[in-house]
């Protein structure tokens, strides 16, 4: 049995550790504190070097500290890849359908004063805010400053958002909003057009005259910065984004993308048509073809606009989602190709895996991310013309079997 004096010194040992371990605790996270007042002085003397007035500043950023949460979301990792029809399901129904129809004729004279001027046709402008915040429904509930500063802060990426913050400064210290008002996402994407601070300098717009623009109450000044940023983006209000077509059966994939532009005419030539068997439109017009969904999805052929939504949001999905919902908006009908019933979203594992037998294979070198880009995207193509295939590039459960088979083991 050991002694009561022994079990005192070992019992103080022990307590003296814990308030070592506790007290170390405690230092780092004051050093890790300090680490980010220290930051935010420096960016306060930068700021004001930039002209941003002290009031703006003390208001802005006293009190601030980094949100977890935003470090959370900007390093989380999706566990599936969306396939297209997912993509296009979660984004247009019936009932985002109908609202827009009917918000189209609610703002029908503001709509039609912005297209005339800015020549952005005004069902386009909707299907932006339908899917940016759903009609303003949805504008993020984050303060920007705080977000834009945990993200400046994080090595990752701070030179971008370290300028994206100072410009949210320079916004607040023009009166268009104060920092308490300024929310939007994780990520700094703020008001019903989700505009990051660089994007709403340099094309916001006060459309309601009162000397402000407010992104996030007045639809007058967001629909005319959208318009004038697809405008500037090189928008041609006399042409539409593109359609759904036909191709003909033994059509050569390698003409899809668009990396190849060919004119209306062309396609026509080669036997692409719309979905009902008709000719294309006798346009001079030049297009590409696009298969998000890879051989056994709709195919599209799109224009010049569809590349001004690319410069909006790079996403092909997000692109398609817009034209189609503006066309919808405009009582076009539902796409002509049906989902089909294996549609299935690969997981990272499945994109690894793949990644993996494609470099087991010698078609893939890069590294086995799970991420589905271009490099994947051309060794999978690769893989499909050997073995005779269609060959889209397009990742899938069905074309992951193909190489479980062909690279057992």
Known sequence: MIGVSLRAKILGCFLSAAATGLSAGVQAQDAAAESFQTWLAALRNDARGQGIAAPTLDAALNGLEPISRVIEL???????????????DGRI?????????E???QHATLLKRIER?????DRFLVAFWAMESNFGDFTGGFPVIGALATLAYDP??????????????KIIDARHITAQRMTGSWAGAMGQCQFMPSTFAKYGKDGDGDGRIDLWNSLPDVFTSAANFLA??????????GREVRLPAKFDLDLSGLETRRNIAEWQRLGVRRTDGGDLPQADI??????????????FLVYGNFRTILVWNRSINYAISVGHLADRFAWQPPLATEKPED??????EDVIEMQQRLAQGGFYSGSADGLAGSGTRDALRAFQRLRGLPADGYPSLQMLDVLRRAFSG
Request: hydrophobic share 30%.
């Open 74 to 88: 900007d390093r989380r990792q999706p566990e599936f890849t969306q396939t297209f029809w997912g993509y296009m």
């Open 156 to 169: 990752r990426r701070s030179d971008f958002f370290r300028q994206e913050l100072l410009t949210a400064l």
């Open 93 to 101: 129904n019936d009932q985002r359908i109908r609202r827009g129809r």
């Open 286 to 299: 030049q297009g590409s073809i696009v298969l998000p969904a890879g051989h056994r999805g709709p195919a």
């Open 103 to 105: 918000l189209l004729k």
């Open 232 to 241: 500037r983006s090189g928008w041609n209000g006399q042409e539409t984004w």
């Open 117 to 121: 001027e800015y020549g952005v046709q």
């Open 343 to 348: 549609d299935a979203p690969m997981s990272r």
